[in-house]
């Protein structure tokens, strides 16, 4: 579930990034300001999630399953959770 969330989440980047691009082409530079402003903060909202819940949970469940991290980092990052709705808030105010 994991792996398909983030495949999911990066064809949506990647469609909405082709989009802004083309329509990029062809604009005033008003609008080549603010496309370029919507690609960066749409980086910024998918990488939240990347550092706060999909870091994490791989973290999580390569520990648990293959043992490759040890038990006490996988019992902390698991404090890391929580943290993903504050830290995308912020962000977004302080966009």
Known sequence: ILILAIITAHL?????FHTLHRKRSKGSAAALRKISRSTIILTVQLGIPGIFIIL???IICMGVISQVFPFELCLSVVFLLPLHPIAHNVILLGI
Request: charged share 0%.
């Open 12 to 16: 949506l980047f990647i469609h909405i």
């Open 56 to 58: 994490p949970g791989l």
